[in-house]
């Protein structure tokens, strides 16, 4: 069975940094993009990043780009999402995901395989 583990997520005020973490087990990182969503009270959803190790390929929604940095270990099956700046916007619960990718896909519009747990990230004003 594929598990996804995130942990990493807290209270921090505007403007700080949290860094998420997403151990997963149960499939090979060479036929998987590892990804992150969130979603705040009362809205969809969102996608904000993916990665494909295996074509060293990264995708940012608008919301996150130049603020958010995504990650792997391999080694570790551990994906990061290094957050900075951040906003009280940004609150939200944080979930990571899988996708099977092939080169060329669309990391944007990817089609979710296994959800981790979420974690909730909180940014006060």
């Not at 990665?51 to 130049?66: L, P």
């Amino acid at each position: 069975d594929v598990q996804l583990q995130a942990s990493g997520g807290g209270l921090v005020q505007a403007g700080g940094s949290l860094r998420l973490s997403c151990t997963a087990s149960g499939l090979d990182f060479e036929y998987y993009a590892i990804g992150w969503f969130r979603q705040a009270p009362g809205k969809e959803r969102e996608g904000i990043s993916w990665i494909s190790s295996t074509y060293d390929i990264t995708y940012y929604a608008e919301s996150v780009k130049d603020r958010f940095t995504i990650s792997s270990d391999n080694g570790k099956n551990t994906v990061y999402l290094q957050m900075n700046s951040l906003k009280p916007e940004d609150t939200a619960v944080y979930y990571c995901a899988t996708t099977f990718y092939r080169y060329g896909d669309s990391l944007g519009e990817a089609i979710v395989d296994h959800w981790g747990q979420g974690t909730l990230v909180t940014v006060s004003s």
